[in-house]
């Protein structure tokens, strides 16, 4: 029998060991530019929770508007704590000056409303 050797005549192109690094730090950045990207789109999006406490100003300042009592306050509704500030818009005695703010659990300002309405009993 004969034995004959396989003899390879191609050569397999292959990466450097310094050209596998390069890559991988390349992959890298871009990976960590998504990353911001993403968590940037995350928070400054509509939350839930935005949008529910949007609803309960809205509801308080309608409530505000019908009533007489011009009173600052602070409650809370749910984890909410909403913070009512009534003044004198301008100084003058027929307009009045609403602000709400709602804030969450930690303490941090989802949203505010501003409205000046018109006394309808003076």
Do not use: C, W
Not at 45 to 52: A, D, F, G, N, Q
């Amino acid at each position: 029998m004969v034995r004959g050797k396989l003899i390879f005549k191609s050569k397999i192109a292959a990466s450097s060991i310094i050209e596998v690094l390069i890559s991988m730090v390349v992959i890298m950045v871009v990976f960590g530019i998504t990353m911001m990207i993403y968590a940037n789109i995350i928070q400054s999006s509509l939350s839930v929770k935005k949008i529910r406490a949007q609803a309960i100003l809205n509801q308080t300042l309608q409530a505000d508007e019908s009533s007489a009592s011009n009173i600052s306050t602070t409650f809370t509704a749910g984890d909410l704590s909403i913070e009512q500030t009534v003044k004198s818009y301008n100084n003058e005695p027929n307009l009045t000056e609403i602000d709400l703010a709602a804030y969450d659990a930690g303490g941090k300002e989802l949203i505010t409303l501003h409205k000046v309405i018109i006394n309808k009993n003076e």
